[in-house]
């Protein structure tokens, strides 16, 4: 099955830094591969998504970059802001695991004012 | 907020009990997954019901089961709790059947295991 690894586990940076998290994933069928940000207590928020016809997108401050061959993705965060602040699982499906989602580890973001 | 609820949001049970965690998925969609999320880990995929079927299950022993009723809502059951089933159990809404699609997840049932 499919196997996503997430790195770093933790990030801590400055306000308006910017902020990088890396997933990798095992299965060259996964064609799907969704963000989540999920603050203390709350539910899991999709955030961007990306699919494998497509090498990157971008939605205001956040982007998403894919690369097939080496089967990995990545999350960037631009202008970092103290609300930013939470956990970020990359996740990934497709293939025989149609629809059933394989998250990372995650990654706990700070962003210090 | 997304549209899908689950109840109740906490729950206390005892090792050996049963319990039944219930999900109302997004108007439109068709497919619930359920997913076991322990503390400080990711989601695990425990199963997922397509227009009522079970379509897919992750690796978690037959005393997890689910159901999935015609207007699409899910019911996930837990036999014979153990200790190690508290945690916060995620379901997520999706609209299945031609090529994966956003799912949106409910706020969670926190289930401890006393």
Do not use: M
């Not at chain 2, 997890?64 to 200790?83: H, M, R």
């Not at chain 2, 997840?105 to 401890?112: A, K, P, S």
């Amino acid at each position: 099955g499919e196997n996503v690894e997430q790195h770093p586990s933790t990030l801590s940076v400055q306000e308006g830094d910017s902020a990088v998290i890396k997933c990798t994933y095992s299965d060259s069928a996964s064609n799907y591969f969704p963000w989540y940000k999920q603050e203390l207590g709350k539910r899991p928020q999709l955030i961007i998504d990306i699919r494998s016809n497509v090498g990157e997108k971008k939605d205001q401050r956040i982007a998403v970059t894919l690369n097939k061959t080496a089967k990995h993705f990545s999350l960037h965060i631009t202008e970092t802001q103290p609300e930013d602040s939470a956990v970020y699982f990359c996740a990934a499906t497709g293939g025989t695991s149609y629809g059933k989602l394989t998250f990372g580890q995650g990654t706990i973001l700070t962003v210090h004012p | 907020e997304t549209g899908v609820t689950q109840s109740p949001t906490h729950l206390i049970k005892t090792r050996g009990q049963q319990v039944t965690l219930r999900c109302s998925s997004q108007s439109g969609h068709n497919t619930v997954s359920w997913y076991q999320q322990a503390l400080g880990q990711g989601p695990q995929f425990i199963f997922q019901y397509y227009r009522e079927e079970e379509n897919g299950r992750g690796n978690f022993p037959p005393r997890f089961s689910g159901l999935q009723f015609p207007n699409y809502s899910s019911e996930l059951n837990v036999n014979a709790l153990e200790l190690d089933d508290s945690a916060l159990y995620l379901c997520a809404s999706s609209l299945g059947g031609v090529r994966n699609t956003e799912a949106f997840f409910g706020q969670g049932t926190r289930l401890t295991v006393v």
